[in-house]
């Protein structure tokens, strides 16, 4: 029994020690060679974070119970999405066209809102208050870093 138990830690160390140098080996050169096409594209950590924390909103986003709620919340995020699809890709007027349909679907939730129950509100309202913040900031940079570029050609 002692000898099985011993053979077990050994055979685990072993596994232990062979993923984690597999780890470092890959992780090492995924992170070097990531780093040139970030630099390349010349993004701001400040771009990542901000576009980061909307794409996770829109993962997270909660479903409610009702329905009129969820469909608006649906194209919400299928705006949203286009929209970072378009900062990435730097495709101004699919960005602008994608921030209008977001705007145009925020109202009609602020309009819905009322039809939900507070606690629902509540959690609607933080996502939507962080999403709008994060976009707010999200463009900021986008302006900022638009302006610099112009200014130094």
Same mark, same amino acid.
């Given at each position: 029994?002692?000898?099985?138990?011993?053979?077990?830690?050994?055979?685990?160390?072993?596994?232990?020690?062979?993923?984690?140098?597999e780890?470092?080996? !890959?992780?090492?050169?995924?992170?070097?060679?990531?780093?040139?096409?970030?630099?390349?594209?010349?993004?701001?950590?400040?771009?990542?974070?901000?576009?980061?924390?909307?794409?996770?909103?829109?993962?997270?986003?909660?479903?409610?119970?009702?329905?009129?709620?969820?469909?608006?919340v649906?194209?919400?995020?299928?705006?949203?999405?286009?929209?970072? !699809?378009?900062?990435?890709?730097?495709n101004?007027?699919?960005?602008?066209?994608?921030?209008?349909?977001?705007?145009?679907?925020?109202?009609?939730?602020?309009?819905?809102?009322?039809?939900?129950?507070?606690?629902?509100?509540?959690?609607?309202?933080? !996502?939507?208050?962080?999403?709008?913040?994060?976009?707010?900031?999200l463009?900021?940079?986008?302006?900022?870093?638009?302006?610099?570029?112009?200014?130094?050609?």
């Amino acid at each position: 029994m002692i000898r099985c138990i011993g053979f077990l830690l050994l055979i685990f160390s072993l596994g232990l020690s062979s993923c984690s140098s597999e780890t470092g080996f !890959y992780a090492e050169n995924t992170f070097s060679s990531d780093l040139p096409l970030a630099t390349e594209r010349n993004v701001s950590p400040e771009r990542i974070t901000y576009s980061s924390t909307i794409s996770n909103l829109v993962s997270t986003f909660p479903k409610f119970k009702n329905v009129a709620v969820n469909n608006q919340v649906r194209e919400l995020k299928q705006n949203l999405i286009n929209y970072l !699809y378009a900062i990435q890709t730097s495709n101004d007027k699919e960005k602008k066209k994608s921030l209008r349909s977001f705007e145009d679907n925020y109202k009609s939730i602020q309009k819905l809102r009322k039809h939900l129950k507070t606690d629902d509100d509540q959690v609607l309202n933080r !996502y939507l208050v962080k999403i709008k913040t994060n976009i707010s900031l999200l463009e900021a940079v986008e302006k900022s870093e638009s302006q610099t570029t112009v200014s130094s050609n």
